[in-house]
């Protein structure tokens, strides 16, 4: 993230409102942020953000889900040591 969007986000959250920036200037800041970062539009933005943000989730996932396979296959054998053979 880049420092001057850490900045703003800062400083609109001040606690005193007088020294938060005003919405014209918060406009202006990410239209400058915008085309510095190659943006035109801000659904563009947005939209490059969402993907992003869903390759990591699914990458999340998919290590998550190969984690609960080995570990039920590890739950499986320790049950299969419990419980006595069927001699059937």
Do not use: Y
């Amino acid at each position: 993230m880049d420092h001057r969007q850490v900045t703003l986000v800062r400083n609109c959250w001040r606690e005193n409102s007088v020294n938060r920036p005003s919405t014209d200037f918060i406009c202006e800041q990410i239209k400058e942020l915008m085309t510095s970062a190659g943006h035109t539009n801000l659904m563009d933005h947005l939209f490059a953000i969402l993907e992003d943000h869903t390759i990591s989730l699914e990458q999340e996932v998919e290590d998550r889900s190969k984690e609960l396979m080995e570990e039920k296959k590890k739950a499986d054998i320790l049950l299969a040591r419990m419980l006595p053979r069927c001699g059937w």
